[in-house]
């Protein structure tokens, strides 16, 4: 069965600071695909970004990246100078070739930034 | 964009009611879920259909059941309200698999239900 397990349950940082939220899934399956979710106060999950196992290539988009490392089965998520806007709980997810596209969450990570 | 809404944002009711949850996406989307999120337990998925009158038993599927008669609705049935219901419920909207796979769902805004 698939599992995603994200070890940080809250973070705080103060603004400005770098910080990086973990990620590590299991799977049997050989294709699968990795997601980072966002949810803010308001409650609704809005979607950051999708991966495949089979494109190991870490991505940039603008403060924010990935680093997809399938020989430690994890994909990491960085905030490059982080901002009180940052402040939410973060998912990561997991879904596998052989379904239906239902994804497995993590137990997701409170970030907290501060003034 | 595409819009995937809730009925209620917050909802009230007895135990034993009967109650419904609604959700409506407005992308074509072949697959619909239903999530529950509870604080320290994340996401868990009750139910998920993957076609009109399809209809597939998620992780925590005991005490709900699920509608789909069009393929922009997905309803999510308590047949009988009990306190350990209470919790925020998300829908969900997702294209089948494409050629890449795994496609990325889009969400609702979330119905934060107690059940008293």
């Known amino acids: 069965a698939q599992k995603v397990t994200q070890a940080q349950t809250e973070i705080s940082v103060v603004e400005k600071e770098d910080v990086t939220l973990d990620c590590v899934y299991e799977?049997?399956?050989?294709?699968?695909?990795l997601f980072w979710y966002k949810q803010p106060p308001s409650g609704e999950l809005v979607f950051l970004i999708r991966?495949?196992?089979?494109?190991?290539q870490n991505e940039i988009s603008g403060r924010y990246s990935w680093n997809f490392q399938k020989s430690t089965s994890s994909f990491n998520f960085t905030i490059t100078a982080s901002q009180v806007v940052d402040s939410a709980v973060y998912f990561c997810?997991?879904?596998?070739?052989?379904?239906?596209?239902?994804?497995?969450f993590g137990k997701g990570t409170m970030l907290l930034v501060s003034p | 964009d595409v819009k995937v809404t809730q009925s209620s944002r917050y909802l009230v009711k007895r135990t034993g009611e009967k109650v419904f949850l609604e959700c409506v996406q407005d992308?074509?989307?072949?697959?619909m879920f239903w999530y529950r999120q509870d604080p320290g337990l994340g996401l868990r998925l009750i139910y998920f259909?993957?076609?009109?009158?399809?209809?597939e038993k998620g992780d925590i599927p005991e005490g709900y059941s699920v509608s789909r008669e069009k393929k922009e609705r997905f309803s999510l049935i308590l047949e009988s309200a009990s306190t350990n219901q209470t919790s925020m419920y998300l829908c969900?909207?997702?294209?089948?698999?494409?050629?890449?796979?795994?496609?990325?769902?889009?969400f609702g805004q979330g119905t934060r239900l107690t059940v008293v």
């Open positions: 992308m074509d989307h072949e697959n």
């Open positions: 799977t049997r399956d050989t294709t699968y695909y």
């Open positions: 969900a909207s997702s294209l089948y698999p494409d050629s890449q796979g795994g496609t990325e769902a889009f």
């Open positions: 991966r495949n196992s089979f494109d190991e």
């Open positions: 259909s993957y076609d009109v009158k399809m209809k």
């Open positions: 997810a997991l879904s596998e070739a052989s379904g239906y596209s239902t994804l497995t």
